[in-house]
């Protein structure tokens, strides 16, 4: 899965700057403003507006930022469980090659 972009827009929103979001992720701000506009073009709405004490979430950006960090969490949540999955499943081959004597 590809959820880099939304991990972008929630740092955009914690950071409450795209320039200090792009230095967490080592990107130029540039890229990452040309990333929100795209979104916010899709969207077809603002997701930020710029203040000065930085940018400030509107109202579909509260909700978009919401639902990422629920897309998120959930990604993480699949990827553990995936995991604890293929661990179980390595455990289970090495109990039954051991017993195959």
């Not at 972009?5 to 409450?16: D, K, P, S, T």
């Not at 929100?36 to 509260?62: H, M, Q, Y």
């Amino acid at each position: 899965m590809n959820t880099k972009i939304l991990e972008y827009m929630v740092a955009v929103a914690r950071e409450g700057s795209v320039s200090k979001a792009a230095e967490e992720f080592y990107l130029s701000q540039p890229v990452l403003s040309r990333h929100i506009k795209k979104i916010e073009e899709e969207l077809g709405t603002p997701l930020f507006v710029r203040k000065r004490s930085g940018l400030v979430l509107t109202d579909a950006g509260r909700i978009y930022i919401s639902s990422a960090k629920m897309i998120l969490h959930l990604e993480s949540e699949l990827e553990n469980e995936l995991r604890e999955m293929k661990e179980r499943m390595v455990n289970n081959e090495k109990n039954t090659d051991s017993h195959a004597v």
